[in-house]
Nanobody
Framework: VQLVESGGGLVQPGGSLTLSCAASGVTFSTYVMNSMSWYRQTPGKERELVAAISSAGGGTLYADSVKGRFTISRDNTKRTAYLQMNSLKPEDTAVYYC?????????WGPGTQVTVSS
């Protein structure tokens, strides 16, 4: 499974961005079985979980630092996961990675940079 993130960029504090994570090399019937998650990492720090969504899409979880501001979703027909980010803060600046996990694989995308700055 190959993952590619997009949608990152420079945004002012208080602004919004939507990240996308497109999967390829996987069938629809397999993709719907994997969980999707978003992580982020800044230089010198460990990669941290930001949000995750279950295979069925009914269960989500968020890091305390983004609750109420970020929303994770997925469109299985497009094999794409999303991270809607609102009310962005400078501390949200990081490289954001998506991850797809299933019994047969554990795949990461190359990441997309998000910079929150005035």
């Amino acid at each position: 499974v190959q993952l590619v993130e997009s949608g990152g960029g420079l945004v002012q504090p208080g602004g919004s961005l939507t990240l996308s994570c497109a999967a390829s090399g996987v069938t629809f019937s397999t993709y719907v079985m994997n969980s999707m998650s978003w992580y982020r990492q800044t230089p010198g720090k460990e990669r941290e979980l930001v949000a995750a969504i279950s295979s069925a899409g009914g269960g989500t979880l968020y890091a305390d630092s983004v609750k109420g501001r970020f929303t994770i979703s997925r469109d299985n027909t497009k094999r794409t996961a999303y991270l809607q980010m609102n009310s962005l803060k400078p501390e949200d600046t990081a490289v954001y990675y998506c991850r797809a996990r299933y019994t047969a694989y554990d795949s990461w995308g190359p990441g997309t940079q998000v910079t929150v700055s005035s």
